[in-house]
């Protein structure tokens, strides 16, 4: 497993951009693919975006096409979300989550502790 933190949540207007960031610790950070998931208050955790552990391929769900790009830096040990064109309905506390290229969350075992995103209309 590995350790995973992320960053860079706060506030901004709708129409606003914002980067997440999930650093890894451990040794197979670049044998994993990598998931971001949000949940919004009285909502359950919900699937945003994955990417495969070489960065090749990536999935998005379809609410957040055309707004946010994952990508990553395996020298970095380093997942992003690049979330652009932010409304207010993306409002929540995002997770990253380490495991199999996947947008079911029981296929990650490793989860980071959440990062705070609010978009203000």
């Known amino acids: 497993q590995v350790q995973l933190v992320e960053s860079g949540g706060g506030l901004v207007q709708a129409g606003g951009s914002l980067r997440l960031s999930c650093a890894a610790s451990?040794?197979?950070?670049?044998?994993?693919?990598m998931g971001w998931f949000r949940q919004a208050p009285g909502k359950e955790r919900e699937f945003v975006a994955t990417?495969?552990?070489?960065?090749?391929?990536?999935t998005y769900t379809n609410s957040v096409k055309g707004r946010f790009t994952i990508s990553r830096d395996n020298a970095k040990n380093t997942v992003y979300l690049q979330m652009d064109m932010l409304n207010p309905e993306d409002t929540a506390v995002y997770y990253c989550?380490?495991?199999?290229?996947?947008?079911?969350?029981?296929?990650?075992?490793?989860w980071g502790q959440g990062t705070q995103v609010t978009v203000s209309s």
């Open positions: 451990g040794r197979t950070f670049s044998g994993y693919a």
């Open positions: 989550a380490a495991g199999l290229y996947s947008i079911h969350r029981p296929d990650y075992h490793s």
């Open positions: 990417i495969t552990s070489g960065g090749g391929s990536t």
